[in-house]
């Protein structure tokens, strides 16, 4: 609940559409810096964004999908989103590039 508050009153969310989604989606939560004033106005969403970003988060899903010890990147794109009225995500497969965990 914190979480969805700070981000209601601190970030601004874009529209985007394409043939799999209708949403409105905050920036990156990579590119929020700690110490900027966006992270200090939503510390509880910098501890989220710190726990899915740390290795041992990333250690936990290497073990969950099977994946080999190491072999996942500190490159991760995360961002909130947020569904109105007509918005969706279609099922998709979210095959891209190097993307081994979605």
């Known amino acids: 609940e914190n979480i969805l508050t700070e981000l209601k009153h601190n970030s601004k969310v874009k529209f985007k559409e394409t043939d799999l989604f209708r949403v409105y989606q905050s920036i990156d939560l990579g590119n929020v810096m700690d110490g900027s004033e966006l992270a200090l106005n939503m510390p509880n969403?910098?501890?989220?964004?710190?726990?899915?970003?740390?290795?041992?988060?990333?250690?936990?899903?290497?073990?969950?999908?099977?994946?080999?010890?190491?072999s996942l990147t500190d490159e991760v794109d995360c961002a909130a989103n947020c569904?109105?009225?007509?918005?969706?995500?279609?099922?998709?497969?979210?095959?891209?590039?190097?993307?081994?965990?979605?």
């Open 45 to 70: 969403l910098m501890k989220l964004k710190n726990a899915i970003y740390s290795p041992k988060y990333r250690a936990f899903i290497e073990n969950i999908a099977g994946l080999e010890a190491g």
């Open 83 to 102: 569904h109105t009225r007509g918005c969706h995500l279609l099922c998709h497969d979210d095959v891209i590039g190097t993307r081994k965990v979605s």
